[in-house]
């Protein structure tokens, strides 16, 4: 492979015609925060020293539980930034040393937040009393997701290739929290460790079990959906493995669940008024302009499988007690655009759509496409919301 940090003219050339961004610093990135390998062997180290001493995580000072955690953050984000820059360069063998801007942007999210997790990872290594726990809101989240649509083929490989390594050292950290064995009032913290384990590795395998030779947009949907369900997971698992004192108050991730085929466009089981507040579904089912304008939606819709998750996610949301739908003074009860989603409000903060909403903010899924809106919008619209006789088809 040519060398990404000096590219040929004709590199150059063919990256400005493609409008990639120069890599450099992305893979002056890559290159410092090869120290996330050493943190990570050091903690593997760690891990095994405790085991030979017959010692738990729970009998650790902090900062043994605080290096875990910290090397395992940085080792993640690494092999994520890696493993996309690299099935960049694969797939474009002509621009090696330039990336997408979408790439651009997600690689050096993940390379960026690197140092700070090795700099935590030393420091927990020189000071007993280090508490990584004590210093930030734990466990962390991975930085968002760059959307775009369609996501690059590139992207899901790079997504796939990242899975092995870190089931891998995973398997490994939930294995070692048992291995010197578990107090018997921690036993329902680990187990539900091991489940939230075990719910990453069946959202990774179902991913690719459904890998075909043949390319089709809603399975690959399904596929990326199901992948980064799985890294996201993870991600929390390896901090509290390494910290289980953590799970006393972990709050889950509660992925949105996986849309059935059968539940898109085309699908045996598909409702186009999925989206629909259920308060006012009549009148939209009665009126011809509104039954025309849901069917253009989702001929407009360039991924009902991303529609139908947001919705899934809400709903989820809505069930747990975070959102609860609510009414305008005037009673209205939902968008006032086409698809009609109900309103809602915030009762506790919550992530949907990959953004934060926070306690009492409104909202409503967006879902549009159409004259005078441009491209085709899926996702949170945030209110406060007035009541208006306004529709919008």
């Known amino acids: 492979m040519p060398d990404p940090m000096r590219p040929s003219l ?3 050339m063919r990256a400005s015609l493609a409008k990639e961004r120069d890599a450099m610093v992305l893979e002056a990135l890559r290159g410092a925060g090869k120290a996330a390998y050493d943190e990570m062997m050091e903690a593997d180290r760690v891990r095994e020293q405790l085991a030979a001493d017959g010692e738990t995580l729970w009998d650790a000072p902090p900062a043994t539980g605080s290096l875990l955690l910290a090397a395992w953050n940085a080792y993640m984000l690494q092999t994520l930034g890696e493993q996309f820059l690299d099935a ?32 935590r990872a030393r ?13 930030l809101s734990l466990p ?28 891998q050292h995973i398997d490994v950290a939930v294995y070692g929290l048992e291995r010197a064995g578990v107090p018997a009032e921690h036993r329902a913290g680990v ?9 990453a590795a069946a959202a990774a395998d179902y991913a690719v079990a459904l890998r075909t030779d043949r390319h ?28 289980p004192s953590l799970m006393a108050g972990y709050r889950p991730l509660r992925a949105a669940p996986r849309p059935d085929v059968a539940t898109l466009p085309g699908g045996a089981h598909f409702d186009q008024w999925c989206l629909t507040d259920r308060i006012t579904l009549r009148r939209w089912r009665k009126d011809p302009q509104a039954r025309a304008a849901i069917a253009q939606l989702w001929r407009d819709d360039p991924d009902p499988a991303a529609t139908v998750a947001l919705k ?40 949907l759509g990959g953004r934060q909403l926070r306690v009492l903010q409104q909202f409503a899924l967006q879902a549009a496409a159409g004259p005078g809106v441009g491209a085709f919008r899926r996702g949170i619209v945030v209110g406060p919301f007035e009541a208006t006789n306004e529709v919008e088809y």
Request: glycine share 6%; net charge negative.
């Open 140 to 167: 962390a989240g991975l930085p968002d997701w760059a959307e775009v649509e369609p996501c690059p083929p590139e992207h899901l490989a790079a997504l796939l290739a990242s899975v092995p390594p870190l089931r």
């Open 88 to 119: 960049d360069y694969a797939a474009r063998p002509g621009t090696v040393g330039y990336v997408p801007a979408v790439t651009f942007d997600q690689v050096s999210a993940w390379l960026s937040a690197v140092e700070g997790w090795v700099s």
């Open 312 to 351: 899934a996610e809400i709903d989820a949301a809505a069930r747990a007690g975070d959102v609860v739908t609510f009414r305008t003074g005037d009673g209205s009860s939902c968008y006032y655009e086409c698809p009609w989603s109900p309103l809602y409000e915030v009762r506790r903060p919550v992530r």
């Open 123 to 135: 420091q927990a290594r020189v000071n007993p009393d280090y508490d990584i726990a004590a210093e």
């Open 216 to 243: 089709d947009a809603k399975l690959h949907e399904l596929i990326e959906n199901n992948l980064k369900n799985a890294l996201e997971l993870w991600f929390h698992v390896g901090q509290l493995a390494a910290m």
């Open 191 to 199: 187990n539900r460790l091991k489940q939230l384990n075990a719910e």
């Open 10 to 12: 004709m590199t150059k």
